[in-house]
């Protein structure tokens, strides 16, 4: 198809109409020239297509489909495969249902644990999440099916989230809010991009042209056409200049016929139409091109791939006295009404309207397993009765272990609002209290989308963290509760052990209309670290039920440049030391050893997920490029890696890292650099060409300084100044202040002359 010569045969009014949608899922057709209608639904861990009610906060059916876990659990697999084949399943139900785009991943950083959509999104941290959006994005586009990678950009909050402007500054957005996006459009190509309800900075996203236009096109090499969040855009005429191709849903003519008045009134370049136009039609063309309606989907084989998915998600988060995996053989107390309807999504536009749903209970018994059942609390009324929970502490008294299936209800954390605290609901957390004491061996399993905090942990043996697993979660729970699957998931977000810790904490939510990001790169583990605070659990941690030992951390090179382009090869051993197969997660942080300028202590730069049998060994090789060693350089608007030494630490969560090894590594590329009379002493020191000009004159004025102070400075005032002392003060004053205690005009001219050489290029 010549969608260019198609775009010249269209009229003005019909370029701008396509530039928003038909309806709730549809672009436009035009039927004059036979371009049909293209259908988008949400996901992003299942498809939400509707066929009659419309809306997008999941009020309404959509068809039956497939739950899989959603984003909170699939990041913590830590598995790049494992989320392709979740995308590729996806894929498959989009082409079989004629959806040509799926809305996500959503890719948005976990600011605080109260943002109520964190179960959507995959991380605290940018490498993760970009990992893990490439992954997604892989599988459905694999399919032909295209992909909207969300919330494009800094939409860390659902507390105003169509009028709140994200303020950060540059280093943070490039460092911690863009990569996730930049990873998956550079190496991905999602076929759109979803810019998000708030502003940046003062600007809408859907109006930022520096966002849509310069970072995503320009710089990033983005080729799809981008559409609004739904009812995000603000000013239709200026979001075509900036760079958003399609309007979503729709906005019942008014916007198009806006369009359509600012091209005639020469406000508007036709030309930005067309682009958008061409954008749009090259995604649909590219499905419609590729569709492939007879492609089978077997929603029990996905349900099973679900259960798979799910079981490598869990994260064992405590393990005392190895009192997990339980015995098949004996009987377990199953507590609490989430073991027999589980809480596995969340609410608003991913909620997917599933053909089956598989809790533990349902799971133990098909399994053939002994369980004796007591609801513990209701979910409904979130209360639990002394009835309850007198029930509940018989039957952890009767059975051999107590497993309390516990966390957030729906309406604790949801798209469209965020939470208020981390806590539990408390007739839970009573329950736990009340089973712990009446049977030691106490396991929890928790089902929530983030965090929350544990008063009751010193009394739990176990803690799994099943997250919001999908509609087999049940499956997966069992398989991990009793051996059959060896809990592989590691956490991809910090537990505080309260709120009050976190580092948005003073700030998240903003005021009005303005939430400042004031905690600028210190996101989740890179501000506990960097204040070496404890944690409730840390980034990155996830027991086994096997032991993993860590060995043998080899870089290629001990010293090297560091350009664009360059790398460094790490390799780690990794063995499983212990009885059973399991997966370990070898993890590889980064961190700058000078505290100039302020960077965080570590970083996730690289991992890899290695299954090991008993007493097997891997070497695992990682590329470390320019990018595990830059920060953002405001001075240049790049990606720079400022000269020194860098630590590299391998193992298996941020607080264990048994492997260390450094290197020094120093960017080519020359920083621009200026002196003027303010320039302190300290600065013009360490450059090299300012010091080469600078030390001869200093050291004739310290000579003849120092002649003159011999005869005049008591013993007395020497002791109150060492030399040390005098260097030290020397270093914070600026080139004027020489003036100031010499001899005038002189001495100025000669500080000019001076300052002069030293800028000279
Ligand atoms: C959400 C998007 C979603 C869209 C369509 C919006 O409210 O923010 O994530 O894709 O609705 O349902």
């Not at 672009?27 to 992003?44: F, H, Y």
């Not at 179960?119 to 997604?136: K, V």
């Not at 030691?440 to 010193?458: A, Q, R």
């Not at 013993?715 to 600026?734: F, H, I, L, R």
Request: hydrophobic share 40%.
């Amino acid at each position: 198809m010549d969608i260019q010569a198609l775009v010249r045969s269209m009229t003005l009014e019909e370029k701008a109409g396509l530039c928003s949608g038909d309806d709730f899922w549809h672009t436009k057709a035009v039927e004059r020239l036979g371009v049909p209608r293209s259908m988008v639904s949400d996901g992003p861990h299942g498809l939400r297509k509707q066929d009659e009610k419309v809306d997008h906060l999941g009020v309404n059916d959509s068809i039956k489909a497939v739950c899989f876990p959603a984003a909170c659990a699939t990041a913590a697999s830590f598995d790049r495969a494992l989320v392709t084949s979740l995308g590729e399943a996806l894929g498959d139900e989009c082409q079989h249902e004629g959806v040509s785009v799926v809305l996500g991943p959503a890719v948005n950083i976990k600011r605080s644990p109260l943002c109520g959509r964190n179960f959507e999104y995959f991380s605290e941290d940018p490498y993760l999440a970009g990992e893990m959006a490439c992954a997604h994005i892989h599988g459905v586009q694999s399919r032909n099916v295209g992909t909207s990678i969300k919330h494009f950009a800094a939409n860390n909050q659902e507390h105003r989230r169509m009028s709140s402007s994200s303020d950060a500054d540059e280093r943070t957005l490039r460092e911690i809010y863009f990569p996730a996006f930049e990873a998956a459009v550079k190496r991905e190509q999602p076929w759109t991009v979803m810019c998000s309800y708030n502003r940046i900075n003062g600007v809408y996203a859907s109006e930022n042209k520096w966002l849509l236009t310069d970072v995503l096109r320009n710089e990033w090499g983005f080729k799809g056409y981008v559409m609004s969040d739904w009812g995000a855009v603000a000013d239709r005429v200026k979001g075509v200049q900036a760079g958003l191709d399609l309007e979503m849903p729709a906005s019942g003519g008014i916007n198009d016929r806006r369009i359509v008045e600012a091209v005639k009134n020469g406000q508007l370049d036709e030309k930005l139409v067309d682009q958008c136009c061409e954008r749009i039609l090259n995604i649909v063309y590219r499905f419609l091109e590729n569709a492939r309606p007879d492609t089978p989907w077997d929603k029990e084989a996905q349900h099973a791939l679900a259960a798979d998915i799910a079981a490598d998600c869990i994260v064992l988060l405590k393990n005392e006295d190895a009192l997990l995996p339980l015995g098949k053989q004996d009987e377990i107390a199953f507590i609490g009404e989430f073991a027999a309807s589980p809480r596995f999504q969340g609410g608003g536009s991913s909620h997917i309207n599933c053909f089956k749903i598989t809790g533990a209970l349902d799971a133990a018994k098909a399994a053939g397993l002994s369980v004796r059942y007591a609801q513990g609390y209701s979910v409904k009324d979130d209360a639990a009765t002394d009835e309850m929970i007198a029930e509940a502490v018989a039957a952890a008294r009767a059975c051999k272990a107590a497993v309390v299936f516990a966390g957030l209800p729906d309406s604790y954390e949801s798209e469209g609002y965020d939470r208020t605290n981390m806590k539990m609901p408390a007739c839970q957390e009573r329950l736990i209290e009340a089973v712990a004491a009446a049977n030691p061996n106490t396991v929890v399993v928790l089902h929530n989308g983030s965090p929350v905090e544990m008063p009751w942990i010193g009394k739990a043996k176990a803690v799994l963290e099943s997250y919001l697993g999908g509609q087999a979660v049940g499956l997966a729970q069992v398989r991990v509760l009793f051996g059959d699957v060896n809990p592989s998931g590691h956490l991809a977000e910090s537990f505080p052990l309260k709120l009050q810790d976190n580092p948005s904490y003073l700030y998240f939510g903003g005021e009005k209309n303005v939430t400042e990001y004031r905690e600028g790169v210190f996101v989740g583990y890179r501000y506990y670290d960097k204040k070496e605070m404890d944690v409730l659990f840390p980034f990155g941690h996830g027991l086994s039920y096997t032991t993993f030992e860590y060995s043998n951390l080899r870089l290629n090179v001990e010293k090297a440049s560091m350009a664009p382009g360059d790398k460094v090869e790490a390799k780690v051993t990794v063995t499983n030391t212990g009885k059973r197969f399991g997966k370990a997660v070898v993890q590889v942080y980064v961190g700058a050893r000078a505290c100039d300028p302020i960077r965080p202590v570590r970083e996730l730069k690289a991992f890899e997920k290695v299954a090991l049998q008993p007493g097997e060994s891997k070497e695992v090789s990682f590329t470390l490029d320019q990018r595990a060693f830059a920060m953002w350089n405001e001075q240049i608007h790049d990606w720079y890696v400022p000269a020194g030494q860098y630590v590299i630490e391998a193992g298996d969560s941020s607080r264990n890292l048994p492997l260390r090894a450094e290197i020094t590594l120093a960017d080519p590329r020359p920083l621009p650099r200026h002196f003027d009379m303010n320039s302190i002493f300290m600065d013009l020191m360490a450059d090299e060409k300012a010091r080469a000009v600078i030390r001869p004159f200093l050291e004739e004025s310290r000579r003849m300084f120092a002649g003159e102070e011999e005869q005049e400075q008591s013993e007395a005032a020497k002791e109150a100044v060492s030399d040390e002392m005098g260097d030290a003060m020397m270093n914070y004053m600026p080139m004027r202040s020489l003036a100031s205690f010499g001899s005038g005009e002189s001495v100025v001219r000669k500080l000019e002359e001076l300052l002069h050489k030293i800028n000279e290029e």
